[in-house]
C-alpha cells in the first residue's frame, strides 16, 4: 500500500517525517512518502515548489493520503479531483498539533478508517470517525464488501441497505443452507422466504477468480477478450469477480494481452519460468510448449503460482485457436 503525507508549512514537514519513521517500524508492506514546501527544506522528504500541482497529478497514484493541514485547505485542493467512493483513495487530516487524525474521506471502502485507528494507535492520536454505522457500532454493506476485498454490484443499493442497518432494521445476509462463507464453492442461488412485498438487497461479488493465460505470439487483443468472455459464461461466472490475470515472464510484453488486460481494468502478474517448473509435473504439459519456451505449461501453473494457494481450479484448461486459459477460485475468508 502506498501512503502520502502532505505539508504545507515547516512544522508539520517536520512532524510528517517523524510520524513516517515511527510508521515505518509497525506496517512493514506500506510505501510512505513525505511531500514539504522546498522554501523549507526539510530533510528526508520529497521536496515540491507547488503544492496544488501536485496534489492534483498524484492523488490516484496512491492509496492513502494524509494531510497535515486545516481541514479548509484539503476540502478545496481535493474537491475537484472526488470521483466515487468506490474508487477514491483514503483521505485522512492529522491537526498539525498532534492531537487528532480524522477519517475524512473514503471511509469504508477506501479504508479510511481502518487506517485512521490504525495511525491513532501508533502515533499516539484521537481517532475521529464519523460514519454513522462506525458511530454507532454497527457495520455497513460496503465495510463487508472491503473486508472480503469483493465488489458491489452498485452502490444505491448498498447505501440502501446500510440505511436499515444503521436504523436498527434487520437485515440478513443470506447463503443455502449448506453453504458457510469459509466455503470454497460461491451459491449458484438462494431461496428468500419472506411475506414483504418490498425487500431491499445488494449484492457483493468476490474478488477471488485468478485467470491464467496462455497465448500464441501476435495474439489479437479482441481475441483474448472474446475468448476470456467465452469461458466466464461459459462456467457461469462474473467479470466482476477476477481479480487478476497471469501469465509467463515471456509474454510480458505481449501487446496484445497488456491491451486486454489493460481494458478489462485489471493487473497482469508475471511469472517466471522459473517457478512454473517447480510445480508444472502436477499439470498435463506439452512437448511443443516446452520446446518453444522451456516449460510444459503455462496457464495453469501461472494461475496457481499468482493465487493464495488455498482454493481450487474450476476451469484447468480451456483451449481457443492459440489461447488458453485457466481459472483458480481462492476460499474466501469469513469476515470477523
Same mark, same amino acid.
Given at each position: 500500500?502506498?501512503?502520502?503525507f502532505?505539508?504545507?508549512?515547516?512544522?508539520?514537514?517536520?512532524?510528517a517525517?517523524?510520524?513516517?519513521?515511527?510508521?515505518?517500524?509497525?506496517?512493514? =508492506?506500506?510505501?510512505?512518502?513525505?511531500?514539504t514546501?522546498?522554501?523549507?527544506?526539510?530533510e528526508?522528504?520529497?521536496?515540491?515548489e507547488?503544492?496544488?500541482?501536485? &496534489?492534483?497529478e498524484?492523488?490516484?497514484?496512491?492509496?492513502?493520503?494524509i494531510?497535515?493541514m486545516?481541514?479548509?485547505?484539503?476540502?478545496?485542493k481535493?474537491?475537484?479531483l &472526488?470521483?466515487?467512493k468506490?474508487k477514491?483513495?483514503?483521505?485522512?487530516?492529522?491537526? +498539525?498539533?498532534?492531537?487528532?487524525?480524522?477519517s475524512l474521506?473514503?471511509?469504508?471502502?477506501?479504508g479510511?478508517?481502518?487506517?485512521?485507528?490504525?495511525?491513532?494507535?501508533?502515533?499516539k492520536?484521537v481517532?475521529?470517525i464519523?460514519?454513522?454505522?462506525?458511530v454507532?457500532?454497527?457495520?455497513?454493506?460496503?465495510?463487508?464488501?472491503?473486508?472480503?476485498?469483493? +465488489?458491489?454490484?452498485?452502490?444505491?443499493?448498498?447505501?440502501?441497505?446500510?440505511?436499515l442497518?444503521?436504523?436498527?432494521? $434487520?437485515?440478513?445476509? !443470506?447463503?443455502?443452507?449448506?453453504? %458457510?462463507v469459509?466455503d470454497?464453492?460461491?451459491?449458484?442461488?438462494?431461496?428468500?422466504?419472506?411475506?414483504?412485498?418490498?425487500?431491499?438487497?445488494?449484492?457483493?461479488?468476490?474478488?477471488?477468480?485468478?485467470?491464467g493465460?496462455?497465448c500464441?505470439?501476435?495474439? $489479437?487483443?479482441?481475441?483474448?477478450?472474446?475468448?476470456?468472455?467465452?469461458? !466466464?459464461?461459459?462456467n457461469?461466472? =462474473?467479470?466482476?469477480?477476477?481479480?487478476?490475470?497471469?501469465?509467463?515472464?515471456v509474454?510480458?510484453?505481449?501487446?496484445g494481452?497488456?491491451?486486454?488486460? $489493460?481494458?478489462?481494468n485489471l =493487473?497482469?502478474?508475471? &511469472?517466471?519460468r522459473?517457478?512454473?517448473?517447480?510445480?508444472?509435473?502436477?499439470?498435463?504439459? /506439452?512437448?511443443?510448449?516446452? %520446446?518453444?519456451?522451456?516449460?510444459?505449461?503455462?496457464?495453469?501453473?501461472?494461475?496457481?503460482?499468482? /493465487?493464495?494457494?488455498k482454493?481450487?481450479?474450476?476451469?484447468?484448461?480451456?483451449?481457443y485457436?492459440?489461447?488458453?486459459?485457466?481459472?483458480?477460485e481462492?476460499?474466501?475468508?469469513?469476515?470477523?
Amino acid at each position: 500500500m502506498r501512503l502520502a503525507f502532505w505539508t504545507v508549512t515547516k512544522g508539520a514537514g517536520n512532524i510528517a517525517r517523524e510520524y513516517k519513521e515511527k510508521l515505518k517500524e509497525h506496517l512493514k =508492506d506500506y510505501e510512505i512518502d513525505v511531500f514539504t514546501l522546498k522554501k523549507y527544506d526539510v530533510e528526508n522528504t520529497i521536496q515540491i515548489e507547488d503544492f496544488t500541482s501536485n &496534489i492534483n497529478e498524484k492523488f490516484s497514484q496512491y492509496d492513502g493520503h494524509i494531510f497535515i493541514m486545516a481541514s479548509g485547505i484539503v476540502i478545496r485542493k481535493i474537491a475537484s479531483l &472526488i470521483g466515487t467512493k468506490d474508487k477514491d483513495p483514503a483521505v485522512l487530516l492529522i491537526d +498539525e498539533g498532534k492531537h487528532f487524525v480524522i477519517s475524512l474521506l473514503s471511509g469504508h471502502l477506501g479504508g479510511a478508517n481502518e487506517l485512521t485507528h490504525s495511525l491513532a494507535n501508533i502515533l499516539k492520536l484521537v481517532p475521529v470517525i464519523t460514519t454513522s454505522s462506525d458511530v454507532t457500532g454497527k457495520i455497513a454493506v460496503d465495510t463487508i464488501s472491503q473486508k472480503l476485498n469483493a +465488489e458491489l454490484e452498485d452502490l444505491k443499493s448498498a447505501k440502501d441497505v446500510t440505511s436499515l442497518i444503521v436504523n436498527g432494521q $434487520k437485515v440478513n445476509i !443470506l447463503l443455502p443452507k449448506n453453504v %458457510k462463507v469459509t466455503d470454497k464453492n460461491s451459491a449458484d442461488g438462494f431461496i428468500l422466504i419472506s411475506n414483504k412485498k418490498n425487500i431491499e438487497y445488494t449484492r457483493i461479488y468476490p474478488k477471488n477468480l485468478i485467470l491464467g493465460i496462455g497465448c500464441k505470439k501476435d495474439t $489479437k487483443a479482441e481475441d483474448i477478450l472474446s475468448a476470456i468472455e467465452d469461458c !466466464l459464461d461459459k462456467n457461469n461466472l =462474473d467479470i466482476k469477480s477476477v481479480k487478476k490475470i497471469a501469465t509467463v515472464d515471456v509474454k510480458e510484453n505481449e501487446k496484445g494481452l497488456i491491451d486486454a488486460v $489493460k481494458f478489462l481494468n485489471l =493487473d497482469l502478474e508475471i &511469472i517466471s519460468r522459473e517457478e512454473i517448473k517447480k510445480v508444472q509435473d502436477q499439470f498435463d504439459g /506439452s512437448d511443443f510448449v516446452e %520446446k518453444n519456451i522451456g516449460v510444459r505449461a503455462v496457464s495453469e501453473p501461472v494461475a496457481l503460482l499468482s /493465487s493464495t494457494g488455498k482454493g481450487k481450479f474450476l476451469v484447468m484448461k480451456e483451449k481457443y485457436n492459440g489461447i488458453t486459459i485457466s481459472i483458480y477460485e481462492e476460499e474466501i475468508n469469513k469476515y470477523e
